[in-house]
C-alpha cells in the first residue's frame, strides 16, 4: 500500500475542491513519483458531464513544491 503524507492545507484544499464542485462521488488522490525528484500529488472523481462519464483531475502539488 502506498502512503500519502499531506499538510493540513492540502486537506483543507481537498474540503474546498469538494464543496466548489458538489462532489457525492468517491476521491481518489494519487501520488506519482517516477520522475525520481519529487512527487506530483493528483485528486480526481468521476462525474457526468454535458451527459457524458468524465474523470476529473486537479493537481495538489506539483514541481513547484520540489
Keep these: 500500500m502506498a502512503k500519502v ?4 492545507s492540502a486537506v483543507e484544499q481537498i474540503k474546498e475542491i469538494i464543496e ?31 451527459g457524458l462519464n468524465t474523470k476529473m483531475t486537479i493537481e495538489l502539488s ?3 513544491n520540489w
Design 5 to 8: 503524507t499531506l499538510l493540513p
Design 20 to 50: 466548489l464542485n458538489n462532489i457525492v462521488s468517491d476521491i481518489i488522490i494519487e501520488c506519482d513519483t517516477s520522475s525520481s525528484i519529487g512527487a506530483i500529488i493528483t485528486m480526481s472523481w468521476e462525474e457526468e458531464h454535458n
Design 62 to 64: 506539483g514541481v513547484e
